[in-house]
C-alpha cells in the first residue's frame, strides 16, 4: 500500500510543476513581447473542446485542433469497443 500512495504523491507533485513551468512560461513570453503577443488554448473535457484566442484566427485554430482531437478520440473509442 506504501507504493501506491508514492506514487499518487510523485504523480500530483510531477502534474502541479508542469502547470507551474507552463504558467510560468507564459507569463514570461507576455513580459518579452507584450506589444505582439498572441495566445490560444485548448481544454478538452472529456470529448468536448474548449477553446479561446486572442485573436479570431489563433481561435480558429485552437477550435480547428479541438475538433480533430474529439473525432480522433470518438473513432478511437469506437473501434475500442
Given at each position: 500500500m506504501?507504493?501506491?500512495?508514492d506514487f ?8 502541479f510543476?508542469?502547470?507551474?513551468i507552463i504558467?510560468l512560461g507564459?507569463v514570461l513570453t507576455?513580459l518579452?513581447?507584450?506589444?505582439n503577443?498572441?495566445?490560444?488554448g485548448?481544454i478538452?473535457?472529456?470529448p ?15 477550435l480547428?485542433l479541438?475538433l ?5 478520440y470518438?473513432?478511437l473509442?469506437k473501434?475500442?469497443?
Open positions: 506504501r507504493a501506491s500512495e499518487l504523491r510523485v504523480g500530483a507533485t510531477v502534474t510543476v508542469g502547470f507551474i504558467l507564459i507576455m518579452q513581447h507584450p506589444a503577443t498572441q495566445m490560444g485548448l478538452m473535457l472529456g468536448i473542446p474548449i477553446v479561446f484566442g486572442s485573436t479570431p484566427e489563433i481561435t480558429t485554430n485552437m480547428g479541438g480533430l482531437i474529439t473525432i480522433l470518438l473513432f473509442w473501434t475500442k469497443r
